[in-house]
């Protein structure tokens, strides 16, 4: 689950999700016509649903939060005729860019409010931004000449590591036409990683659990998600990594055996922090867990914990957090 952004970076992320990597003309067949765009005609076979893009879309929609970064971080506001659905504050770095796009929801649009901005593109984060009792079935924007793009951690083909993240900025910025500020950003990116691992050069992995919620039972990253790559390159070792899905339960009984060194905390909704160590700190089975004995945490927003541009510099933050003495 670990690359570099080499001179041979598009052709290590050629993978059946994305077809038309490589040369963008087809070596046989109809010669395309003059006036095709740049690397068009171009196929992305994306959660069951095939679409050939003949020119870059004009008027995109973008669904959460990771969906609009991606975006904005390729320099596509431009492109965008609306957006929906924060969970944090835009980075700081993408404000201005933000400021120039409509915002059509506080959370996500109706039907009416969608095909009000006209689109010919939606790009929907998690699969719940193409709710179909919602009137946002991608079939039904399909039927409305609206191309869609589900963001591909939604329907992964193993497990989701940064590799995922980088072949969904990729495939973003192909989708549009600007396939080398992809490959900058992607660069980019991966210097803050690089650095990352830089710096924990000889450490010991440190065992981490990760607490999103859950009072009767946890609710924890398993091994299958992002979650679990990031916490493996900030030098952590999740002690749920053999559960073999994104996300799921646990009894905290079995978060006492496997005896974590720190908890993770993902930060989101109503209820703050404090009160998610409160409840930890005064859970009976987990008074002899390293990490509650030594008071031991660590904080990250949602936002960072799903594919999109935060994914380095949170695994950056994570590792300031579990090995302290190697960024001083």
């Known amino acids: ?17 994305v077809a038309g990597c490589g040369s963008a003309a087809p070596t046989s067949g109809p010669t395309p016509p003059a006036h095709a765009a740049k690397g068009f005609p171009y196929t992305v076979h994306n959660c069951g649903v095939t679409t050939t893009y003949q020119r870059p879309p004009t008027r995109a929609v973008t669904l959460n939060q990771h969906a609009t970064e991606i975006m904005l971080a390729l320099g596509l506001q431009k492109s965008m005729v609306g957006t929906a659905y924060l969970d944090d504050a835009v980075l700081p770095q993408y404000r201005d860019a933000y400021k120039g796009v409509k915002v059509l929801a506080k959370r996500y649009p109706s039907e009416e409010t969608l095909l009000s901005a006209e689109p010919d593109f939606v790009y929907g984060g998690f699969a719940s931004a193409f709710d179909q009792s919602q009137g946002r079935g991608r079939g039904t924007l399909g039927d409305n000449g609206i191309n869609t793009h589900l963001s591909i951690e939604s329907c992964p083909q193993g497990p989701v590591t940064q590799a995922t993240d980088d072949r969904e900025i990729l495939t973003i910025g192909r989708i549009f036409g600007v396939e080398d500020r992809a490959r900058k950003l992607l660069a980019s990116l991966h210097r803050t990683l690089d650095g990352v691992t830089s710096r924990l050069a000889g450490t010991a992995p440190v065992k981490a659990f990760v607490y999103d919620s859950g009072e009767q039972t946890a609710f924890t990253a398993g091994g299958a998600g992002i979650g679990n790559d990031m916490i493996r390159r900030a030098g952590g070792r999740n002690v749920f990594a053999d559960l073999d899905k994104s996300f799921g339960k646990v009894s905290f009984e079995q978060v006492a055996q496997r005896a974590p060194d720190v908890i993770v905390i993902y930060d989101y909704g109503e209820t703050p922090v404090s009160a998610k160590k409160d409840f930890l700190l005064s859970q009976p ?3 002899d867990v390293p990490a509650i004995r030594h008071r031991r945490f660590a904080v990250l927003p949602l936002s960072s914990t799903v594919l999109g541009v935060r994914v380095p510099s949170a695994v950056a933050a994570l590792a300031r957090q579990l090995h302290p003495g190697s960024f001083r």
């Open 1 to 17: 689950m670990r690359i570099r952004v080499l001179p041979g970076l598009v052709a290590a992320l050629c993978l059946p999700l």
């Open 285 to 287: 089975a987990l008074q």
